[in-house]
C-alpha cells in the first residue's frame, strides 16, 4: 500500500477516483469546496445538477464495476429503468427510430440522486475520508514529484493527487505556478443552451420512460426527458445561442412544439409543473492532451470534466470519467513507477472515441468551427441515411445506440452489414 492521496473535488469523477485509489493507498482524502452534508442539495459547484442526467450503458457497466452494487441501489431510491431502444423515443434528423425491445438497459435518475448514492456508497469504505466546505489553493512539489495541495486551511501531504474539480478546473493554472508548461488543448465551440423544467409525472399516462430528440442542421432544436424518482419529468430543452430555449414559463411549452415529434410538446402542455425553468449556458468542449506534454510532475492526475469535458448533449462526460478512474486502477496494477505518464498516454487514448463522437456531431453544423477529421467527415455524410433507415429497421437503431453509449467504434455503423441494410431500406423507400 502507498501512503495518502487526495482527490480534488468531491463529485462524480472524483468520487469515482476516490473509490478506485483506495484498493491501493492506505488514505484516500477527498477535498471539495462546497458543503456536502444535503444529499438531496443542488450545490454551486456543481451547477449542471438541475438539468438532465442520462447514464450511458457502458457507463453504468463501470460504474457497477468499480462500485458494486451502485445500480440496484440506486433503483431502490427510486431510479427508473427501462430499455433503451423500446422505452425511449429516440428522434434522430427528424426520424423517429423504430422502437423494439433490445439488450441496452437505461437508468434514469437526478443528478443529485446520482451523485449522492455514488458518495454513500463510497464514503462507506472506511480509508476514503471526505473534507468538505475546504478549497484547494493549489498544488505543493518537491521539484520532481507532488508532494501534496494547498487549501485554504494549511497543507496536505500526499504520494498522488486527482484533480478532479471539473469544467472550471484549476489544475492547468496550479501546475503553471510550479513552472510546468500549459498541456495544448483541442476545443469545439457548439455554443449550446439548456433550459429544464420538472413536471409531475403519471406513469400510467405514457408507454415511454424517455424522449431524446437530437438537434441537427435542419432542426438546430433538440431535448432530453426523463423519467426521474417521485414521479418527476425532468425536461431539457436544446437550442443554440442565437435562438436559445426559454427560462419563462409558457414560452418554455411554446418552444416544445418545434421538436420533430408531438410527443413532448403534449406532456409539458398537460403535465403540471413543479419549477420553473432554469437555464445554462454550456461552455466549449475542451480536451487537455496532458499526454503531448514533455514534462509534468510525478504523482499528477486529472479525470473527469478537468480532463476532458464534453457537449452534454451526448450524455458522455460521466461514462468517461468511469473509464478514466478504471484505467487510473489498471496503470496501478503496474506500480506507482511513471504513473503519471502511463496513465496520461492510456487516457488519451481512451478518450479519443467519445470525443470523435460527440465533436463529429457538433462539427455537422457548418458555422461550428474546428477540425474535421476525414472519419467524421464520412460519418456526417452518411449518418442522415442510417437515420431515415432505422426509422424502419431496428438492427440499424440498435447498433447507432450501441455506438452512441460507448459499447462499440463509430466505424462499425459502416460495416458492410450494415451498409447493406441501409440500402435495402433506401431501395424500399424509393
Ligand atoms: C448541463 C449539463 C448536463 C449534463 N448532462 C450529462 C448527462 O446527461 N450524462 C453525463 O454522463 N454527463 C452529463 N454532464 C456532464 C457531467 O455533469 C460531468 O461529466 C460529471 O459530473 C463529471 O464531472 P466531474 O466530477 O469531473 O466534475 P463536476 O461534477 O463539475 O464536479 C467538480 C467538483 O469539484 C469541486 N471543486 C472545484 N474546484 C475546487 C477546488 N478548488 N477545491 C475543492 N473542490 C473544488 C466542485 O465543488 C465540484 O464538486 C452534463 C454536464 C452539464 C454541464
Request: hydrophobic share 20%.
Given at each position: 500500500m502507498e501512503n495518502r492521496a487526495v482527490v480534488i473535488g468531491g463529485s462524480i469523477a472524483g468520487l469515482l477516483a476516490a473509490r478506485v485509489l483506495s484498493r491501493w493507498y492506505s488514505e484516500v482524502l477527498v477535498i471539495d469546496r462546497d458543503e456536502l452534508s444535503d444529499p438531496a442539495a443542488h450545490r454551486k459547484g456543481t451547477p449542471q445538477s438541475r438539468h438532465a442526467h442520462g447514464f450511458l450503458a457502458r457507463g453504468l457497466q463501470v460504474f457497477d464495476e468499480l462500485v458494486p452494487g451502485y445500480r440496484a441501489e440506486l433503483i431502490a431510491r427510486g431510479a427508473v429503468s427501462g430499455d433503451l431502444l423500446n422505452d425511449v423515443l429516440w428522434y434522430n434528423d427528424g426520424r423517429l427510430m423504430r422502437r423494439a425491445p433490445s439488450p441496452l438497459g437505461g437508468l434514469n435518475a437526478s443528478r443529485p440522486l446520482i451523485e449522492s448514492v455514488l458518495r454513500e456508497l463510497v464514503t462507506a469504505v472506511p480509508t476514503i475520508k471526505v473534507l468538505d466546505g475546504v478549497a484547494v489553493t493549489g498544488l505543493t512539489t518537491d521539484g520532481h514529484r507532488l508532494t501534496g495541495v494547498r487549501t485554504e486551511d494549511g497543507e496536505y501531504a500526499a504520494d498522488v493527487v486527482v484533480?478532479?474539480?471539473?469544467?472550471?478546473?484549476?489544475g492547468p493554472a496550479w501546475l503553471a505556478d510550479l513552472g510546468y508548461a500549459a498541456a495544448p488543448e483541442d476545443a469545439v465551440k457548439a455554443g449550446i443552451v439548456y433550459s429544464t423544467r420538472q413536471y409531475r409525472r403519471?406513469?400510467?399516462?405514457?408507454?415511454?420512460?424517455g424522449i431524446i430528440s437530437g438537434h441537427y442542421p435542419a432542426n438546430p432544436v433538440g431535448c432530453g426527458a426523463a423519467a426521474n424518482e417521485d414521479n418527476r419529468w425532468l425536461v431539457t430543452l436544446v437550442g443554440f445561442t442565437d435562438d436559445p430555449p426559454p427560462a419563462e414559463p409558457g414560452a418554455f411549452e411554446d418552444y416544445a412544439a418545434r421538436l420533430d415529434g408531438p410527443e413532448l410538446h403534449r406532456l409539458v402542455r398537460k403535465a403540471e409543473p413543479l419549477t420553473d425553468p432554469v437555464l445554462f449556458r454550456i461552455g466549449p468542449s475542451v480536451r487537455r492532451r496532458y499526454e503531448k506534454c514533455d514534462r509534468l510532475p510525478e504523482g499528477f492526475i486529472a479525470t473527469g470534466d478537468s480532463l476532458c469535458c464534453f457537449n452534454p448533449a451526448y450524455g458522455q462526460g460521466m461514462t468517461v470519467a468511469a473509464l478514466t478512474a478504471q484505467w487510473l486502477g489498471k496503470c496501478l496494477e503496474n506500480g506507482t513507477d511513471g504513473l503519471t505518464n502511463r496513465y496520461f498516454r492510456g487516457a488519451g487514448k481512451l478518450l479519443g472515441p467519445a470525443w470523435e463522437l460527440s465533436t463529429s456531431a457538433d462539427l455537422r453544423f457548418p458555422e461550428v468551427e474546428g477540425p474535421r477529421t476525414p472519419l467524421q467527415r464520412i460519418l456526417n455524410a452518411y449518418i442522415g441515411h442510417l437515420h431515415r433507415a432505422a426509422a424502419a429497421d431496428p438492427v440499424l437503431g440498435l447498433q447507432f445506440l450501441r455506438v452512441a453509449n460507448l459499447l462499440a467504434g463509430p466505424e462499425s455503423l459502416l460495416a458492410p452489414k450494415m451498409l447493406w441494410r441501409v440500402a435495402r431500406q433506401f431501395r424500399r423507400s424509393a
Open positions: 484533480d478532479a474539480t471539473g469544467r472550471s478546473n484549476r403519471d406513469p400510467e399516462a405514457q408507454d415511454f420512460t
